[in-house]
């Protein structure tokens, strides 16, 4: 016999043995079944390195200094450390944190732009963490700013940073620090600075500014705040808990659906906010120093002053839109220069005023977002105003009246950048940024900033003129006036609703910053030289000039 049959005969069987069909189901079901669990432990290997990883996901002692090595030994090493912290974090749930009750003393310079203090190296307990908040880990690029900043976006107090690669975020300090000298391994993306050492964090304290929020598991940290006149109009509901925790008055308001809960002593309040607590006048944190009876790293405040956090509980005051009940022939736009928070500012308005805003354009994701007005002709009349980045003579003068947002052109330019090339809240990649692309951009829109502004200016009828700036400081007295010029009775209830949910769902996170400057020398030159052009055209119209904060010196 030729040795084709043979060679053939086990290929035969395999084919004869799937064509039983239950057998070749169950089969098929198995080999579905090992691959998911493979997905399953691989997904977990590399969750430990994303910035998502949870407070426990420490550097196993097995694994190398350089994160990695090239040996077979090395290799497993990492392997073991990866898949004993992968269970462990299924069984261990994260420790929150609220204020902080204590100051830390003596201070180094911290790194230049950046607000904050180096605090010292302390040890780090990969079975107790010093900084038990979010934690990211990044063997290849992770530098003091970096972890700075993704702890300052999430509202922590504290940064420290671990091995040269490793993260650590957190509301309080729960270790003892040692001698400098331990915390002695560079940085994995910057050789000139220090990030730690084996099992020691280098901490920095994080001077947030006060509109920060500093989250505490799903709640957010409002500050301290004098009790109200009258607590009972101010917070109907409210409770005496015994062993007070901030999880405990947190849990209890949020079970009675609302969206404030206000710690006193052994006391706990919940409300909304409303003229009677607005939680515009915060106090001294100083002012709420006491112990949670249940929890000595909290802070429950007195029967003074309070300390407050805002809970998951929606506030629907200000969730109701709809389209204006009669149609108007008063034609208000919503100008502005692209990226200058045009759709931050209708998100603001819709809430304020409980209208529907139009659009000279139309976009699916907007509309998909909520934007109901998008669809409409933005000559329809049933919007409260109509979003525009026009600024020829044409379009300016077919409305009636318009509120111009006016948003620092620094940030601006490379807000649209991004939305050009990563969509509303995506991010334009480091190609981009470092090819002509940039350039390009700059040279183009950079003009059009100033041109649009100064064409509103001059061609517009009735000009409300809103710094970006200006509204994220002071949202409730900003968009007041917003309200006013739409024609529209003002409902403070609703404006205090608003600031509990500014946000909306197109705000940046700021954990993809830029870590170098994109504009060079030239570029500079030239947009200071457009923001004095913008700066003299507002002030000879009596208007206040642009901010101080982005006005060339």
């Known amino acids: 016999k030729s040795p084709q049959p043979i060679m053939a005969r086990p290929l035969l069987k395999i084919h004869r043995y799937f064509r039983r069909k239950p057998i070749r189901f169950f089969s098929f079901i198995l080999l579905y079944l090992t691959a998911g669990s493979l997905v399953f ?14 407070s426990g996901s420490g550097r196993d002692p097995l694994i190398s200094e350089g994160g990695g090595g090239t040996g077979a030994g090395s290799s497993t090493s990492d392997a073991l450390g990866l898949l004993g912290r992968v269970f462990k974090e299924t069984r261990r749930a994260p420790r929150r944190f609220g204020p902080p009750w204590m100051k830390e003393n003596g201070a180094q310079d911290a790194p230049e732009g950046r607000n904050t203090k180096h605090i010292g190296c302390y040890i780090d307990d990969t079975q107790k963490r010093a900084l038990r908040g979010v934690s990211f880990l ?69 001077e947030l500014s006060q509109e920060s929020a500093r989250r505490y598991g799903s709640a957010i940290f409002k500050g301290c705040f004098k009790r109200p006149d009258n607590v009972t109009l101010a917070l ?24 404030l809960a206000a710690l006193a002593g052994e ?38 002053f309070f300390v407050v956090y805002q809970t998951q509980v929606q506030d629907n005051r200000c969730m109701d839109r709809r389209f204006l009940p009669t149609r108007s022939k008063h034609l ?117 900033w100033a041109s649009h502004t100064l ?14 700036e200006d509204l994220k400081r002071d949202l409730f007295s900003e968009l007041k006036g917003m309200v006013i010029f739409l024609g529209l009775e003002v409902s403070e209830d609703r404006l205090l609703c608003v600031e509990g949910q500014k946000d909306g769902n197109f705000k940046r996170s700021g954990l993809r910053k830029l870590e ?24 000879k119209r009596n208007l206040p000039g642009v901010p101080e904060e982005y006005r060339p010196r």
């Open 41 to 54: 432990l691989h997904s977990g290997f590399s969750s430990d390195t994303s910035t998502t990883g949870a």
């Open 267 to 304: 006391k706990c309040h919940c409300g909304f906010p409303t003229p009677l607590f607005t939680l515009h006048e915060r106090e001294d944190e100083e002012l709420c120093l006491q112990h949670c009876a249940g929890e000595d790293f909290e802070s429950c405040g007195n029967n003074d």
């Open 138 to 206: 990044d063997y290849k690029k992770m530098t003091v700013f970096r972890c700075q900043d993704n702890c300052a976006e999430r509202g922590y107090l504290y940064a420290g940073l671990e091995f040269g690669a490793e993260c650590y975020c957190g509301h309080k300090i729960q270790a003892p620090n040692v001698s400098e000298s331990e915390c002695n391994m560079e940085c994995k993306g910057e050789k000139s600075n220090l990030c730690g050492g084996p099992n020691r964090l280098s901490i920095y304290r994080l």
């Open 516 to 539: 170098y400057d994109p504009y060079t020398p030239e570029m500079r030159a030239t947009i200071d030289g457009l923001i004095k052009t913008v700066d003299t055209a507002l002030r």
């Open 332 to 448: 208000v736009a919503l100008a502005s220069f692209p990226g200058a928070g045009n759709t931050w500012a209708r998100h603001l308005i819709e809430l304020a005023t409980g209208y529907y805003t139009g659009s000279y354009y139309f976009d699916g994701s907007l509309y998909n977002k909520g934007f109901k007005g998008e669809r409409d002709h933005w000559r329809s009349g049933r919007t409260i105003c109509i979003k525009t980045h026009e600024s020829g003579k044409k379009e300016i003068e077919a409305v009636d009246a318009s509120i111009l947002m006016i948003r620092n052109p620094y940030k601006a330019l490379m807000a649209e950048f991004n939305r050009k090339y990563g969509g509303h809240i995506g991010f334009a990649s480091q190609a981009h940024w470092r090819g002509k692309e940039w350039p390009e951009f700059v040279k183009n829109y950079a003009p059009w």
């Open 236 to 259: 109907p509901a409210s409770a005496v808990i015994k062993n007070m925790s901030v999880d405990k008055c947190v849990d209890m308001c949020t079970e009675k659906e609302f969206s």
């Open 455 to 468: 064409d509103w200016l001059k061609y517009g009828k009735t000009v409300q003129v809103v710094h970006f």
